[in-house]
């Protein structure tokens, strides 16, 4: 099927099972919010069950103190719980 019959959240799996992407990156290659491209990524987390790939996530990390234990990998937050900073890494994905 070419690129422009599959539907974004089609081309944005079929990304994801050829590299690790991170959530902007995602959004900014699709066209659309980060808030949007990780709805996506959800979606196709549990489009992915029952099946034998799986979605893998790279928490957001605190770059000033490391801390990584968010509750949803999937998502985006605006700051630290532990140091409250708001520099942090965007979370990352990828299907195997």
């Keep these: 099927m070419q690129g422009a019959d599959r539907t974004t ?3 944005i799996a079929d990304h994801l099972r050829a590299e690790t992407t991170e959530a902007g990156t995602l959004a900014n290659e699709f066209e659309t919010t980060t808030a949007d491209a990780l709805a996506h990524v959800k979606h ?3 489009s ?3 099946t034998d790939e799986r979605l893998l996530a790279a928490p957001p990390r605190c770059r000033d103190c490391g801390f990584s234990d968010f509750d949803d990998p999937a998502n985006r937050p605006s700051r630290c719980p532990e140091c409250k900073s708001e520099s942090l890494t965007e979370p990352a994905f990828k299907i195997e």
Aim: net charge positive.
């Design 9 to 11: 959240r089609q081309r």
């Design 44 to 46: 196709i987390a549990k």
């Design 48 to 50: 992915l069950d029952g």
